[in-house]
């Protein structure tokens, strides 16, 4: 059976990931988006941000509050690496076994096990925008972070 430290653990390293591609991040890409309508880089790196605070407070108190992704003036990619930081390993840190064992609604209002609002909320959703960011920013002509040290043209065939 997982345990409480085994699930902390692998979000970390989710998050861990997901900050090899905020690091490649500089200013100049900020305002940029793929096509009318959809996030810029900023609002993208946002949004994962938002989403792991939004995702913690419904497991802790069981009412999801999205604070948003609207990019303040003067944000820097460094900010938004302490940002990403500030919402990693800490933040996922102080969910307890019982937190993890509560019983929680999701977004439809239906009950499930807060367990499981961490494996969709912290880490399917992270990925899922991390995949976008690494394609943002290869369009931008900047190589994204391998998934886990090696990229798929380096696997054997």
């Not at 499981?116 to 959703?125: A, D, F, N, P, S």
């Amino acid at each position: 059976m997982i345990t409480r430290d085994d699930l902390v653990k692998y979000v970390v390293n989710v998050q861990a990931r997901t900050f090899e591609a905020f690091e490649r991040l500089r200013d100049e890409h900020l305002g940029w988006r793929p096509a009318p309508g959809e996030y810029t880089v900023a609002e993208l790196a946002l949004h994962i941000v938002a989403s792991r605070r939004m995702n913690l407070e419904a497991i802790l108190s069981g009412q999801p509050r999205y604070p948003g992704h609207e990019p303040p003036p003067g944000l820097t990619a460094d900010r938004l690496r302490a940002l990403c930081l500030r919402t990693g390993k800490k933040t996922v840190a102080v969910l307890t076994t019982a937190d993890l064992e509560r019983t929680i609604g999701n977004l439809a209002g239906d009950p499930f096990p807060a367990w499981k609002r961490v494996l969709g909320g912290l880490v399917e959703h992270e990925v899922h925008h991390r995949s976008q960011l690494c394609s943002y920013l290869a369009a931008l002509g900047v190589e994204p972070p391998p998934l886990f040290g090696l990229r798929v043209e380096e696997l054997p065939r």
